[in-house]
């Protein structure tokens, strides 16, 4: 088999670990709803484990850099979600009526067009040694440098942020 053969098997297994973390994240999070804690632990630990295949296998591809590659990589990821891959699937959702998916479509488009400006600003002060605080909105994924009176993209109380 080729390397080039390895490196596709290799992302496929990272797309596919990836998937299975956030499913397993979803997954734990309604049989906690439902109160079934066990089940719950279950989905949490294996999305863990998940996690560290998905890490591993796009760590053997290689596909991790210098933070300052890596930034311009997320940069490029967060500009093309909110250019090019929500706006068709907003307006997508919007003619098939479907409201929830738009609404989440809305939401992540405009949150990934503040993580591609926050990744920008982390790329251009890349030597900077005093500490940065993050705040991430629990509803729509918004990241503030500092905690809003409320969020701009979906309205939640800045109270509610989870500060990093």
């Known amino acids: 088999m080729s390397e080039d053969r390895t490196i596709t098997n ?3 297994a990272f797309a596919g670990e ?3 973390n956030k499913k397993y994240l979803a997954y734990a999070k309604k049989a906690e709803e439902e109160g079934k804690m066990n089940a719950a632990k279950l989905f949490r630990v294996a999305a863990d484990a998940e ?15 210098s933070t300052a590659d890596n930034l311009r990589d997320a940069i490029a990821g967060e500009t093309y979600e909110y250019k090019e891959m929500y706006p068709p699937f907003t307006q997508e959702a919007e003619a098939a009526g479907n409201k929830a998916a738009r609404k989440v479509f809305t939401y ?7 993580h591609a400006r926050l990744y920008q600003e982390a790329l251009e002060a890349l030597d900077q040694t005093e500490e940065v605080f993050y705040y991430l909105c629990p509803v729509c994924g918004n990241i503030e440098k500092s ?18």
């Open 10 to 12: 290799l992302m496929e």
């Open 108 to 114: 992540a488009l405009k949150a990934e067009e503040v």
């Open 18 to 20: 990836s998937q299975a």
């Open 147 to 164: 905690q809003p009176e409320k969020c701009f993209i979906c309205g939640v109380p800045g109270a509610k942020f989870i500060k990093y």
């Open 51 to 65: 996690a560290i295949h998905a890490l591993k296998e796009f760590e053997a591809a290689g596909k991790i850099g």
